[in-house]
């Protein structure tokens, strides 16, 4: 499939509703008391946090553009330059599978950086909506996880924005998944399935 027919199939998968994945795992971001900030894949149990070393190509993408190769350390991947919103890339191929971690934190920025983003409409707001590649779609669902194990599932509205309300203090992480309908070509392979997985963490005072 070449990239324009896999941006359409993704775009219609997207816009029809795709099937969110079931209990599936997400590389997301957070930031420390110190400034400091690491990116970690769970499926949002904070007491449990997955291996990384099925993880392929992680990267941070900086300020400019640039991707930065990144390497673990424990259980984390430590992100450079934590003023900011800050963003990740990863990867996992298994067999024929394909699966494309896309993580954000912070909701300064109303502009998107990563292929599938969530993106705030105004900065540090409540309302986002979902970018493909600089085209605004509208997701299926938005899942909804926090510190406190609060989770919730947003529905997008009319023009494809969701709204969250953020009652209480803590780590909010938004997460939104999408498969691309048939196989498809990533940086030159040919895969049965490929799936975007997007996270948008940030904090709330």
């Not at 990267?59 to 400019?64: P, S």
């Not at 194990?149 to 203090?169: E, I, N, S």
């Amino acid at each position: 499939m070449s990239a324009s027919l896999a941006r359409r199939a993704l775009l219609l998968a997207l816009a029809i509703g795709a099937a969110p994945l079931a209990q599936a795992e997400y590389l997301w971001i957070e930031r420390g008391v110190d400034a400091s900030a690491k990116a970690v894949l769970s499926d949002y149990q904070p007491s449990e946090r997955l291996s990384l070393a099925t993880l392929a190509e992680p990267q941070q993408r900086l300020g400019d553009g640039r991707l930065q190769a990144l390497t673990a350390s424990g259980d984390a991947f430590a992100l450079a330059g934590a003023a900011g919103d800050l963003r990740m890339l990863a990867k996992r191929a298994d067999g024929k599978t394909l699966t494309l971690f896309e993580a954000r934190e912070g909701r300064s920025e109303t502009a998107a950086k990563n292929d599938l983003e969530l993106v705030p409409t105004t900065p540090g707001g409540n309302v986002f909506k979902l970018h493909w590649k600089g085209t605004v779609v509208s997701a299926s669902q938005v899942n909804v996880h926090t510190g406190a194990q609060w989770t919730k599932v947003l529905k997008p509205d009319a023009d494809g924005g969701v709204t969250l309300d953020t009652p209480f203090p803590g780590r909010y992480v938004l997460e939104v998944a999408a498969q691309i309908n048939g196989s498809a070509t990533v940086d030159g392979k040919s895969y049965d399935s490929v799936t975007h997985v997007a996270t948008l963490s940030f904090e709330v005072k």
